[in-house]
């Protein structure tokens, strides 16, 4: 299964690399999960969502934005704004679950940005964020949905497809060994490609 060769957006004018982002992501890993921790025993999901679901979710996310963070504020700052959404829209699931309704999960959150962007004077003449491939939408949102049942095989895939952690710094930052990562690793990949041959006719 390919995944996607590169991930880029802008910010303050100059393109940031996936290796980049990957990187900022890595060195505060521990301090994000103390964050969705945070979150989780202050909600309603608490027991119903695990902090590494949460982190792999709003990362997720956070590859979506058109603005991407440079330094660990904003960083820790954009990311407690994605998984505040992320929780929200799993609110919002169950409720409509105990209703009896449907309502299509939406991984793939707009820019945080939008709203505010559209207020500024001149806005209109910005062109949009550029809109991701079908088939890479449709990955991201498959992962984004594995993060419920399969919460650290969908951690080690984003670190390591969508950031390129390697994995002796993945397995020292979950607490596994190298072995269990690969293996999860590729177990994910599996899933995800039956997943998106369904949609391949």
Do not use: C, F, W
Not at 22 to 42: F, H, K, V, W
Not at 47 to 64: A, K, N
């Amino acid at each position: 299964m390919r995944t996607p060769d590169r991930v880029t957006r802008r910010s303050s004018g100059s393109a940031i690399g996936r290796k980049t982002i990957g990187t900022l992501i890595e060195s505060n890993y521990p301090e994000l999960r103390r964050i969705a921790a945070r979150q989780l025993r202050s909600s309603r999901l608490a027991g119903t969502m695990s902090p590494t679901s949460l982190v792999s979710e709003s990362v997720m996310r956070l590859m979506r934005q058109r603005t991407l963070p440079r330094e660990p504020a904003h960083l820790r700052g954009l990311t407690t704004i994605l998984m505040a959404q992320a929780m929200s829209d799993r609110m919002k699931l169950r409720r409509a679950a105990k209703r009896g309704k449907h309502v299509p999960h939406s991984p793939l959150t707009p820019d945080v940005h939008g709203d505010r962007r559209r207020a500024l004077p001149g806005d209109s003449a910005r062109p949009p964020a550029p809109a991701l491939p079908a088939v890479q939408q449709s990955l991201l949102a498959h992962m984004s949905e594995l993060t419920r049942t399969h919460p650290r095989m969908m951690e080690i895939v984003t670190l390591h497809l969508v950031l390129d952690v390697p994995m002796p710094r993945i397995a020292e930052l979950l607490g596994i060994s190298e072995r269990t990562g690969y293996r999860e690793l590729s177990e994910g990949r599996r899933k995800l490609a039956r997943r998106l041959s369904r949609e391949i006719p």
